[in-house]
Each structure stands twice: as structure tokens, then as C-alpha cells.
């Protein structure tokens, strides 16, 4: 059993700052990557930003220069932080992470609970 627990969710107004956080828990052999999607309603998943295990990150354009991404590796923590947030950053985000669950196991993508952050204009 995996487990992907967020936090640090909640209502800012625009040019505010939230930090978002992720503990992977359980059986879990290694982590490939770890990162956040977020969603809005009649909308697909977004990516918004990913880190590997060796540190590569990959962050969407619309959250360039605002938005920065850290991983503990040791802890399986991945944090999100959030800075001049505008009103279209509203949305549910996701924390997801690709683990290997034993030596010869498969890969697969685990995804949180969402937290919902909303921005007011």
C-alpha cells in the first residue's frame, strides 16, 4: 500500500504566497519522480512541476519564476513553493509520484487527494 498525502492548501489573494507539501508512505522501493498537477473543473490535469530523483525539474510556462519545486529524497517529501499567485492558479492540485514498489517491480504513478488553493482577485 502507497500513500501520498498533501497539505498546505487555502484561500490567498493575488500576489500571496502558499507552500504545499507531499509525504509518500508505505511500501515503496524507490521513487522515479515526484511532483504537482492541478485541475480545474471541465478541465484536463495539468501538469505544473516534476524533479526527479537526481534533481531535474521540469516546471510548466505558466508558473516559470514563481513557482519552485524541492524534493527530500531521504524523506520522500516533495514541496511545492508558491509565490505571486494570481487568480488563475485557482485549482485543485495534485501531488503524483512514480514508485517502484520492489527491485523488479513496475513503475507506477501514485496521485494525493488533492488540495484545493484559491487566489482572490
Known amino acids: 500500500q502507497v500513500q501520498l498525502v498533501e497539505s498546505g492548501g487555502g484561500l490567498v489573494q493575488t500576489g500571496g504566497s502558499l507552500r504545499l507539501s507531499c509525504a509518500a508512505s508505505?511500501?515503496?522501493?524507490?521513487?522515479?519522480?515526484m511532483g504537482w498537477y492541478r485541475q480545474t473543473p471541465g478541465k484536463q490535469r495539468e501538469k505544473v512541476a516534476l524533479i526527479t530523483s537526481g534533481g531535474s525539474i521540469n516546471y510548466a510556462d505558466s508558473v516559470k519564476g514563481r513557482f519552485t519545486i524541492a524534493r527530500d529524497n531521504g524523506r520522500n517529501l516533495v514541496y511545492l513553493q508558491m509565490n505571486n499567485l494570481k487568480p488563475e492558479d485557482t485549482a485543485v492540485y495534485y501531488c503524483?509520484?512514480?514508485?517502484?514498489?520492489?527491485?523488479?517491480?513496475?513503475?507506477?504513478?501514485?496521485w494525493g487527494q488533492g488540495t484545493q488553493v484559491t487566489v482572490s482577485s
Open positions: 503524483n509520484a512514480r514508485i517502484q514498489r520492489s527491485r523488479y517491480g513496475y513503475e507506477i504513478d501514485y
Open positions: 508505505g511500501s515503496i522501493f524507490s521513487i522515479t519522480h
